[in-house]
């Protein structure tokens, strides 16, 4: 982006509708500072002068009562100068989007009547800015997309600010992992409700992310440009299947305990790499090399396995599915955005292929 | 009849999801196919009379002219994913006010869990592991789904329905899709619901019997066949090899042979099952949308989605069907694998 602010020339005339134009800007430093003089009451430039002025003042009586309602009616004639001036001056935040403090956190008025202002809302904004400014009239609609990938990737957000709280009460370790839920359970404030979204949320996103590559079958959306992006979903479903593996393990209970045991024999039978697979004992595969004990950190589920799947569910994983949501959002504005609804096109305008 | 059983699964905490499910992907099914019928229509009307397809706008959507072609996203769009955002939390927020996450007793290593299932979206993988060995199911059938995924895009030679909902155009494609679709949910449902300990088959409204025993007989293929060594002594080893690997290869055959045939169907319509020559007509005459797309496809795109169809889409039910109605394990048995 360039340095010009792109608002700066249309927003400032429509600078405080109807409150004055001049000291509008309350930056304006100049303004300030002649705002705090007429408060004082001292004209500029003659700020030494004060002091001696009003002892000289003060030393005859007759003088002094006469400067004293002068200087009375003075200080009242600028106080209700002041207070105009701030009303006038209050008038103009009521429009939160002309102060200061909100153009310099969204650089450009979300003013509705500019068509260019709505677009600026989106490009300047480092999360809007994965739209492009305009879209095909029809995708808006819900019966298109069903908006199965923007859920899918809300959920990942939500599950990522509940399991970041979780983490402040959880330790990976043999004695206080089961413990650390007991205590969630029952002592942490809202700690049961947490643990439970951050629970279910996991099963919705699976299902969702399930619908959405469901949509994408039924609207050929894979098809020329798109196949590479497909091909990057479908790492990013294993990562989401991998992600609510490696936390099933951590409440360190029964049911985690046995379904990581049951899924984790499997790589035992591993062709090649694992103790128990085809060609595996007459390459030197034991249970002690191979890669169910990479995986485990061991030959059983124990400690090291908790501290692994700890490590892989709260930083590997949701590393690596952030960097492919990346490529996924970027390739969506890349092949044209959206697929559809595309008009449909008809069997006699298939263009021959190149034989 | 024990009611209550089905009723324990169903209300089991983490298989409240797939209960949900049961009602989403009937509905998302529904929805999709209910577009795609109206695209339908409208591309047979088109296609009927091409000069209304000179002017058409294509759509099923209402469009009038002037209509800008595209919107600001912002509001248009922001607001709707607002809105979703909304909706979803507030979804979370009454789910899990209500719903506890479930917690068991601290893992034990000594107290074995039976059954011991994994999360509901794994029971079809869990569930494999009755058909094949371990390193097929857990290892060669996922990576062969993945990888075979991966793939679709490059091996649908059809430049048709690219983004819009229609049947008409991708008949085999969805097909395919569709097998795969419903063979894993077949899985999991099994898995979830009818599975017991020992993981046994108990039909809903049966009790779990923790001492079960079945008697299966767990034949393999080339027991049927009567060589076995019994009957031929030390041979019967290398016989079996030889055996399995021509009903494997048999297989192959047989299977790319059918997807050859149906890849060039035309619609199925539920009269031709009334008439015997109605049907042998759909079987027999290729249809000519396939046949033109058949031909656009180059021979690896071709031979590729062969060998995954047919290791995955095909083999799956045929694997599930031989276990389950014939009760036979292996089909080909090696001294280093069984497949
Ligand atoms: C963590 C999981 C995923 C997230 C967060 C995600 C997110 C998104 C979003 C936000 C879109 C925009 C359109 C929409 O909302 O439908 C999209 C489009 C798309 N996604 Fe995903 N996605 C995920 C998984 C997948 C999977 C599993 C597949 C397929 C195997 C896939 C393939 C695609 C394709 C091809 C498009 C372009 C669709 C079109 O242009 O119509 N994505 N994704």
Same mark, same amino acid.
């Given at each position: 982006?360039?340095?010009?602010?792109?608002?700066?020339?249309?927003?400032?005339?429509?600078?405080?509708?109807?409150?004055?134009?001049?000291?509008?800007?309350?930056?304006?430093?100049?303004?300030?500072?002649?705002?705090?003089?007429?408060?004082?009451?001292?004209?500029?430039?003659?700020?030494?002068?004060?002091?001696?002025?009003?002892?000289?003042?003060?030393?005859?009586?007759?003088?002094?009562?006469?400067?004293?309602?002068?200087?009375?009616?003075?200080?009242?004639?600028?106080?209700?100068?002041?207070?105009?001036?701030?009303?006038?001056?209050?008038?103009?935040?009521?429009?939160?989007?002309?102060?200061?403090?909100?153009?310099?956190?969204?650089?450009?008025?979300?003013?509705?009547?500019?068509?260019?202002?709505?677009?600026?809302?989106?490009?300047?904004?480092? $999360?809007?800015?994965?739209?492009?400014?305009?879209?095909?009239?029809?995708?808006?609609?819900?019966?298109?997309?069903?908006?199965?990938?923007?859920?899918?990737?809300?959920? $990942?957000?939500?599950?990522?600010?509940?399991?970041?709280?979780?983490?402040?009460?959880?330790?990976?370790?043999?004695?206080?992992?089961?413990?650390?839920?007991?205590?969630?359970?029952?002592?942490?404030?809202?700690?049961?409700?947490?643990?439970?979204?951050?629970?279910?949320?996991?099963?919705?996103?699976?299902?969702?992310?399930?619908?959405?590559?469901?949509?994408?079958?039924?609207?050929?959306?894979?098809?020329?440009?798109?196949? $590479?992006?497909?091909?990057?979903?479908?790492?990013?479903?294993?990562?989401?299947?991998?992600?609510?593996?490696?936390?099933?393990?951590?409440?360190?209970?029964?049911?985690?305990?046995?379904?990581?045991?049951?899924?984790?024999?499997?790589?035992?039978?591993?062709?090649?790499?694992?103790?128990?697979?085809?060609?595996?004992?007459?390459?030197?595969?034991?249970?002690?090399?191979?890669?169910?004990?990479?995986?485990?950190?061991?030959?059983?589920?124990?400690?090291?396995?908790?501290?692994?799947?700890?490590?892989?569910?709260?930083?590997?994983?949701?590393?690596?599915?952030?960097?492919?949501?990346?490529?996924? $959002?970027?390739?969506?504005?890349?092949?044209?955005?959206?697929?559809?609804?595309?008009?449909?096109?008809?069997?006699?305008?298939?263009?021959?292929?190149?034989? | 009849?024990?009611?209550?059983?089905?009723?324990?699964?169903?209300?089991?905490?983490?298989?409240?999801?797939?209960?949900?499910?049961?009602?989403?992907?009937?509905?998302?099914?529904?929805?999709?196919?209910?577009?795609?019928?109206?695209?339908?229509?409208?591309?047979?009307?088109?296609?009927?009379?091409?000069?209304?397809?000179?002017?058409?706008?294509?759509?099923?959507?209402?469009?009038?002219?002037?209509?800008?072609?595209?919107?600001?996203?912002?509001?248009?769009?922001?607001?709707?994913?607002?809105?979703?955002?909304?909706?979803?939390?507030?979804?979370?927020?009454?789910?899990?006010?209500?719903?506890?996450?479930?917690?068991?007793?601290?893992?034990?290593?000594?107290?074995?869990?039976?059954?011991?299932?994994?999360?509901?979206?794994?029971?079809?993988?869990?569930?494999?592991?009755?058909?094949?060995?371990?390193?097929?199911?857990?290892?060669?059938?996922?990576?062969?789904?993945?990888?075979?995924?991966?793939?679709?895009?490059?091996?649908?030679?059809?430049?048709?329905?690219?983004?819009?909902?229609?049947?008409?155009?991708?008949?085999?494609?969805?097909?395919?899709?569709?097998?795969?679709?419903?063979?894993?949910?077949?899985?999991?449902?099994?898995?979830?619901?009818?599975?017991?300990?020992?993981?046994?088959?108990?039909?809903?409204?049966?009790?779990?019997?923790?001492?079960?025993?079945?008697?299966?007989?767990?034949?393999?293929?080339?027991?049927?066949?009567?060589?076995?060594?019994?009957?031929?002594?030390?041979?019967?080893?290398?016989?079996?090899?030889?055996?399995?690997?021509?009903?494997?290869?048999?297989?192959?055959?047989?299977?790319?042979?059918?997807?050859?045939?149906?890849?060039?169907?035309?619609?199925?319509?539920?009269?031709?099952?009334?008439?015997?020559?109605?049907?042998?007509?759909?079987?027999?005459?290729?249809?000519?949308?396939?046949?033109?797309?058949?031909?656009?496809?180059?021979?690896?795109?071709?031979?590729?989605?062969?060998?995954?169809?047919?290791?995955?889409?095909?083999?799956?039910?045929?694997?599930?069907?031989?276990?389950?109605?014939?009760?036979?394990?292996?089909?080909?048995?090696?001294?280093?694998?069984?497949?």
């Amino acid at each position: 982006m360039d340095s010009e602010r792109p608002d700066e020339k249309e927003g400032q005339p429509k600078a405080g509708n109807g409150a004055p134009q001049k000291p509008a800007d309350p930056n304006d430093p100049e303004g300030i500072k002649s705002l705090l003089r007429a408060a004082s009451g001292v004209p500029a430039g003659s700020r030494k002068a004060v002091p001696a002025e009003t002892t000289a003042a003060a030393t005859t009586e007759e003088g002094g009562r006469a400067s004293t309602a002068d200087f009375i009616s003075k200080t009242r004639k600028q106080g209700l100068a002041l207070k105009d001036r701030a009303i006038q001056e209050a008038e103009t935040y009521k429009d939160p989007q002309q102060t200061q403090l909100w153009k310099s956190i969204f650089r450009v008025s979300h003013d509705r009547s500019d068509p260019r202002n709505r677009s600026l809302a989106i490009l300047s904004n480092v $999360f809007l800015h994965l739209h492009p400014a305009k879209i095909n009239r029809d995708a808006v609609r819900y019966g298109f997309t069903w908006g199965m990938g923007g859920i899918t990737f809300y959920l $990942f957000i939500v599950l990522t600010f509940t399991g970041v709280l979780l983490m402040f009460y959880y330790h990976p370790t043999k004695v206080q992992a089961f413990r650390d839920i007991l205590y969630l359970e029952h002592d942490v404030p809202f700690g049961k409700l947490l643990r439970n979204m951050h629970r279910w949320a996991a099963h919705l996103m699976v299902i969702t992310t399930w619908l959405h590559m469901f949509r994408v079958v039924l609207t050929g959306s894979y098809k020329r440009p798109r196949e $590479f992006n497909w091909c990057v979903g479908v790492v990013l479903l294993v990562l989401t299947l991998l992600l609510s593996f490696t936390g099933y393990l951590l409440p360190d209970d029964q049911l985690g305990f046995w379904a990581v045991t049951v899924g984790t024999n499997m790589a035992r039978a591993t062709p090649m790499f694992g103790s128990e697979g085809p060609f595996g004992p007459q390459l030197g595969m034991t249970p002690y090399n191979d890669v169910r004990f990479g995986l485990l950190g061991g030959s059983i589920v124990d400690a090291n396995a908790l501290l692994r799947s700890y490590i892989w569910h709260c930083i590997g994983i949701p590393l690596v599915a952030s960097i492919f949501m990346a490529v996924h $959002f970027w390739r969506i504005r890349k092949d044209g955005g959206i697929s559809g609804p595309a008009p449909v096109m008809l069997e006699a305008e298939m263009k021959a292929t190149k034989k | 009849m024990d009611w209550h059983q089905l009723w324990k699964i169903t209300s089991a905490p983490d298989n409240v999801p797939i209960v949900g499910m049961l009602f989403l992907v009937p509905f998302f099914t529904w929805y999709g196919l209910k577009q795609a019928r109206e695209n339908d229509k409208l591309i047979a009307e088109l296609e009927n009379d091409p000069a209304k397809a000179k002017t058409h706008h294509r759509k099923t959507l209402p469009w009038r002219p002037g209509w800008a072609r595209e919107l600001h996203v912002w509001p248009f769009l922001v607001r709707v994913e607002f809105l979703a955002a909304v909706i979803v939390t507030a979804i979370l927020f009454i789910w899990s006010i209500t719903l506890d996450a479930p917690l068991e007793e601290p893992a034990n290593p000594n107290l074995t869990m039976n059954p011991s299932k994994a999360p509901w979206y794994f029971l079809g993988l869990q569930e494999m592991l009755v058909y094949f060995d371990p390193w097929i199911a857990g290892v060669v059938m996922p990576s062969l789904m993945m990888v075979g995924l991966m793939v679709f895009p490059y091996v649908d030679s059809n430049p048709l329905g690219n983004g819009y909902y229609t049947i008409r155009q991708r008949r085999f494609a969805l097909a395919m899709f569709g097998i795969g679709w419903v063979t894993w949910i077949i899985l999991i449902v099994i898995g979830t619901f009818i599975r017991g300990p020992g993981w046994v088959w108990f039909w809903p409204g049966q009790t779990w019997d923790h001492n079960a025993v079945v008697f299966d007989k767990n034949q393999d293929l080339h027991d049927v066949f009567g060589i076995t060594h019994a009957n031929f002594g030390d041979a019967a080893i290398w016989m079996q090899i030889i055996f399995g690997a021509m009903v494997v290869g048999l297989f192959y055959l047989l299977a790319g042979l059918f997807l050859h045939w149906l890849m060039k169907r035309g619609p199925l319509k539920l009269k031709y099952l009334r008439s015997w020559r109605e049907l042998k007509q759909w079987a027999t005459t290729p249809d000519r949308l396939e046949t033109s797309l058949l031909a656009r496809t180059s021979v690896l795109q071709y031979l590729t989605f062969q060998f995954f169809a047919i290791s995955v889409l095909i083999a799956l039910p045929v694997k599930i069907l031989l276990r389950l109605a014939f009760t036979i394990k292996y089909v080909w048995v090696t001294p280093w694998f069984n497949v």
